[in-house]
């Protein structure tokens, strides 16, 4: 398994941008492929973007034509660029890691997690 740190959240008005960034430790991380899902309070944890070890994308509806998933493998690090934001998106944000070439949009698919960071978007 791998070590996730995740950094970058924090308070922004609607229409926002914020930029989400996970370190991961490890040799093996471009083996992985990477997920980040969102919890808010009193809902259950839902998928919002993923990417495989060759840098195929995925997207929920909800955010797709807003944020961008991406990855550097040199960095050991996973981001998530989130624009155009909406207090909807008001959510604690996690990063996953799944050991295997193909992303998911299972949370329970995924064996690694950070600890998660805060994103509130004001309106």
């Known amino acids: ?3 996730l740190e995740e950094s970058g959240g924090g308070l922004v008005q609607a229409g926002g941008s914020l930029r989400l ?5 490890g040799r093996t991380f ?5 997920g980040w899902f969102r919890q808010a ?8 973007a993923a990417i495989s070890w060759r840098a195929n994308t995925y997207y929920a509806d909800s955010v ?3 944020f961008t998933i991406s990855r550097d493998n040199a960095k050991n690090t996973v981001y ?10 008001t959510a604690a944000y996690y990063c996953a ?4 070439s193909t992303a998911s949009r299972n949370h329970a698919d995924f064996g690694s997690w950070g600890q998660g960071t805060q994103v509130t978007v004001s309106s």
């Open 1 to 3: 398994q791998v070590q």
């Open 21 to 25: 960034s996970c370190a991961a430790s």
């Open 30 to 34: 471009s083996s992985y492929a990477m």
């Open 41 to 48: 309070p009193g809902k259950e944890r839902e998928f919002v």
């Open 64 to 66: 797709n034509g807003r």
């Open 80 to 89: 998530l660029q989130m624009n155009r934001l909406k207090p909807e998106d």
């Open 97 to 100: 890691a799944r050991a295997s």
